[in-house]
Each structure stands twice: as C-alpha cells, then as structure tokens.
Nanobody
Framework: QVQLVESGGGLVQAGGSLRLSCAAS????????MGWFRQAPGKVREFVAA????????YYADSVKGRFTISRENAKNTVYLQMNSLKPEDTAVYYC???????????????WGQGTQVTVSS
C-alpha cells in the first residue's frame, strides 16, 4: 500500500503562484512513478504532470506547459508541483498519484491522494 498526502493548496489571485507537495509512504518512494491530476467542478479528472522515478523524464499537459513544474526529492519521499502564472481556469482539486508497475504514471494509477483545493480568483 502507498499513502499519499497532498498539501499546499489555497486561494491565490490570477498571476500568482502556489507549490503543492505530496508526501508518500508505504513503499520505496524512489521506485514510484508520480504524477498530478486535477478535477474542476463538473469536469472529468485530467492529467497535469508526471515524473519518472529518477526525475529525468517529465511530462506536462499542454494547458500547463511553461507554467507548472513537477519535481521530486526521493530523500524526502515527496513530489512537488510548482504552479506559476496561475489562471482562473486552473481552479480545481489537485490530486497526487502513484504507480508502482509503470515507469511513468498512467491515467489509472494504482494510488491516489485525497486531493487539495486550488482556487484562482480573477
């Protein structure tokens, strides 16, 4: 089992920044593929960013490319999502995800966090 706990969400004005953190426990973190997804009200959950175990392979949704950065600290069992130049359309619940059987997190990961709310005001 893998437990994922997100933090760092909140309310921010458009153009501002937030950094989300996701602390993992339960398995060797350095072997986990990690990612972030989000779900806005009335919409399906969508992929945001992914990072492989070494941190050398990064993937982003087109909507966040150039504004968001995913990173990980294996020594701290933590993955981050730095979000800059936030827009009202980034408002959503952000979920951390982990896969234990793939090199990069899939759209149906093995584990989900409970989510953290990000609200961007215009």
């Amino acid at each position: 089992q893998v437990q994922l706990v997100e933090s760092g969400g909140g309310l921010v004005q458009a153009g501002g920044s937030l950094r989300l953190s996701c602390a993992a426990s339960g398995r060797t973190f350095s072997r986990l593929a990690m990612g972030w997804f989000r779900q806005a009200p009335g919409k399906v959950r969508e992929f945001v960013a992914a990072i492989n175990w070494s941190g050398l392979r990064l993937y982003y949704a087109d909507s966040v490319k150039g504004r968001f950065t995913i990173s990980r600290e294996n020594a701290k069992n933590t993955v981050y999502l730095q979000m800059n130049s936030l827009k009202p359309e980034d408002t959503a619940v952000y979920y951390c995800a982990a896969d234990v059987t793939t090199a990069v997190v899939t759209t149906t990961p093995n584990y989900w966090g409970q989510g953290t709310q990000v609200t961007v005001s215009s």
